[in-house]
């Protein structure tokens, strides 16, 4: 690698680690790389000296609790920026996302990326047509360096010591259940009252649909609870799934379906991937290029709304699947250590200290 050392604030660093595992894989992975990462802070800021400011979902300052406090967060946002430029920081944004979900205050979003774009030196993007999409819906990125790096998996990162047969026990279901699983944070984006409905209507045989994850508010869990007295055989875990817990939902489960209205990137698809299961989710964003990368007894991806024809067609084709019971799913080329690796050499190519002997371009990593 190089012997130059990086020193990194990283925002967030090992917050969500809990919930979302990301940053602590890439940032433990850049620990052979000669690497000093910590948790960004308006005081390590101004007081030290950084190479590289490193932000991931930057947009959600204008999703605060409170919206009283957008105005003034989005201002001490700006003094930041301009305390990274001044001490010459480099600014790096990893787009997670193009735009807050909720979208619940357009204006003031759309003033946040008029401060934060034209004070960002790079950015990285998890697929092409996530750079593509990003030079589209933002023109002012065009002229910012931007490399593509794939998000990294999380297999090894969550427990994973029980079967089938022991999760379903410790879950409550039958063995001879076919299990259909959608996980993750209840939010409207996410198309679960659409999915709720569509398993309604489909009435399978034998056939249970587990929908596990915390809400966002009180507004969708009413619009889930509402669809769910639609059909007996759905099942809900309203609340966070923790670590320990993970394992049990995803080994229980023979297919796990991702109805998203909208997606850039989906750690969830990553995390079910990761755990070898078997994923239906709309041909959007990086589920693209990962359905490529995984193949098609894996990921499977659907045009248009989630139908019951998809949704059964998805049954059959699990059902079907000439695959060993011990087949894993091809994650190489989600790696976290090149993954860190290659997030090291663009910091370095944007601070004018690309590696000796490298052929790195904005790009092509």
Known sequence: MTTRTLKILA??????????????????????????????????????????????????IVNPKYSRDIIPLLMKFWIKLKVARFKRT??????????????THPLLERFFWR??????????????????????????????????????????AYPDVINEDEA???????????IITFFGQLRQYKGVVPLIR?????????????IAGEPINNVIMREIKEAAVLDRNVRLIPEFVDRNDMQKLLRASNLVVLPYKTVLNSGSAILAL????????????????LGQAVGQDWL????????PDILCGAIDWVKARQIGADARVPLEQ???????ESTMRAFHFVRGQPIKGDDLRPGRL
């Open 11 to 60: 925002a967030p660093y090992l917050e969500l680690s809990e919930a979302n595992p990301y940053q602590l894989l890439l940032y433990q992975s850049m620990k052979e790389g000669n690497v000093q990462v910590s948790a960004f802070s308006a005081r390590k800021l101004l007081q030290g000296r950084w190479d590289v400011w490193h932000l991931h979902w930057p947009e959600t």
């Open 90 to 103: 480099k600014i790096f944004w990893t787009v997670h996302n193009l735009r807050s979900h909720e979208h």
């Open 115 to 156: 401060i934060f774009l034209p004070n960002v030196d790079g950015v990285i993007c998890m697929s092409e047509l996530g750079k593509q999409q990003l030079r589209i819906q933002y023109p002012r990125a065009r002229s910012i360096p931007t490399f593509v790096i794939p998000h990294g998996h999380y297999r090894g």
């Open 168 to 178: 379903r026990r410790a879950l409550g279901i039958r063995s001879d259940k076919f």
């Open 198 to 210: 569509c398993f309604a209507r489909a009435q399978v045989a034998n056939v249970q649909l587990l």
């Open 274 to 289: 990761s755990f070898d299961r078997p994923v239906l989710a709309p041909a959007l964003g990086a589920l693209v290029e």
């Open 300 to 307: 499977r991806l659907y045009e248009g709304e989630l139908s």
């Open 334 to 340: 989600m790696n976290w250590d090149g993954i860190a």
